[in-house]
């Protein structure tokens, strides 16, 4: 890439950053296109995500953030203003900087998720689903679930009181669909969500369900992206579930993400 002093700047936010994919989605596709831009991977820590903000909003040449855990939630916080698909969860993962410096934050995790992971909303419709994690992406991926017609969705997370909370609002926007929060027992599910940051490492993290409860006709999402099989996806499939990989989720959010950004025509 040639990058000169005109180039505009995005980032790609994360702590830790190694396991990020979208400067490999975005950055190819710049080329491509022709769009003088770059994504950078940058690492800011959680207690310094706050105080490296303002700096955010003075970087006269850059167009833009992308955002992964932890910080989502905070950048909601932050932002001067938010979309809609934003306010539903209360989380971000794009934020928009304009020529004057305001901020303003969306979220795609969701309809990414759906299309990128699922296969459209008739996949999920009528079925019930486990969600293990309410953070930022799981937030978007349930609001998600439940307008494409789940019959019900068990939210469970390591904050019970997040998982209510968010169960609370899911089903105050949408009454027709069952949901509460609950434990991680995946049994009698269709559908197993992993939209927690476990298997970012896999030879530490704890696999976030039971595997030996699963059963063959489960569908078992993850939203990891690398490793590309995480612990659970391969206990799943070796079970013979349906497994769906995380980086189609990323790959579906590229042109909504695009589009936020102005950057195509």
Same mark, same amino acid.
């Given at each position: 890439?040639?990058?000169?002093?005109?180039?505009?700047?995005?980032?790609?936010?994360?702590?830790?950053?190694?396991?990020?994919?979208?400067?490999?989605?975005?950055?190819? $596709?710049?080329?491509?296109?022709?769009?003088?831009?770059?994504?950078?991977?940058?690492?800011?820590?959680?207690?310094?995500?706050?105080?490296? $903000?303002?700096?955010?909003?003075?970087?006269?040449?850059?167009?833009?953030?992308?955002?992964?855990?932890?910080?989502?939630?905070?950048?909601?916080?932050?932002?001067?203003?938010?979309?809609?698909?934003?306010?539903?969860?209360?989380?971000?993962?794009?934020?928009?900087?304009?020529?004057?410096?305001?901020?303003?934050?969306?979220?795609?995790?969701?309809?990414?998720?759906?299309?990128?992971? +699922?296969?459209?909303?008739?996949?999920?419709?009528?079925?019930?689903?486990?969600?293990?994690?309410?953070?930022?992406?799981?937030?978007?991926?349930?609001?998600?679930?439940?307008?494409?017609?789940?019959?019900?969705?068990?939210?469970?997370?390591?904050?019970?009181?997040?998982?209510?909370?968010?169960?609370?609002?899911?089903?105050?926007?949408?009454?027709?669909?069952?949901?509460?929060?609950?434990?991680?027992?995946?049994?009698?599910?269709?559908?197993?969500?992993?939209?927690?940051?476990?298997?970012?490492?896999?030879?530490?993290?704890?696999?976030?369900?039971?595997?030996?409860?699963?059963?063959?006709?489960?569908?078992?999402?993850?939203?990891?992206?690398?490793?590309?099989?995480?612990?659970?996806?391969?206990?799943?499939?070796?079970?013979?579930?349906?497994?769906?990989?995380?980086?189609?989720?990323?790959? +579906?959010?590229?042109?909504?993400?695009?589009?936020?950004?102005?950057?195509?025509?």
């Amino acid at each position: 890439m040639n990058i000169t002093g005109k180039t505009k700047i995005f980032y790609m936010i994360a702590h830790p950053i190694d396991h990020v994919r979208s400067p490999e989605v975005f950055n190819p $596709w710049f080329q491509e296109n022709n769009v003088d831009a770059v994504m950078i991977p940058v690492h800011y820590r959680p207690d310094d995500f706050a105080a490296v $903000w303002d700096s955010l909003r003075r970087t006269a040449n850059l167009g833009g953030f992308m955002i992964s855990v932890p910080h989502k939630e905070l950048a909601y916080d932050l932002c001067d203003a938010r979309e809609e698909t934003a306010e539903l969860v209360t989380a971000v993962n794009a934020v928009r900087r304009d020529a004057t410096g305001r901020l303003t934050g969306a979220n795609f995790d969701g309809p990414g998720f759906m299309a990128g992971v +699922m296969r459209g909303d008739a996949e999920v419709a009528g079925k019930s689903v486990l969600l293990l994690g309410a953070g930022g992406a799981g937030a978007s991926i349930g609001f998600s679930m439940a307008r494409a017609g789940a019959r019900s969705i068990t939210i469970t997370d390591i904050d019970a009181a997040r998982a209510s909370d968010l169960a609370a609002r899911i089903a105050k926007r949408f009454d027709g669909v069952g949901v509460r929060a609950g434990g991680n027992d995946p049994r009698g599910f269709d559908i197993v969500v992993n939209a927690t940051p476990c298997g970012l490492h896999p030879e530490t993290d704890p696999i976030p369900v039971d595997t030996t409860a699963l059963s063959p006709a489960m569908i078992v999402a993850d939203i990891v992206m690398k490793p590309r099989i995480t612990p659970l996806l391969a206990a799943a499939g070796a079970i013979g579930c349906d497994i769906r990989y995380g980086g189609g989720m990323l790959d +579906m959010q590229r042109d909504l993400t695009l589009d936020f950004f102005s950057l195509r025509e």
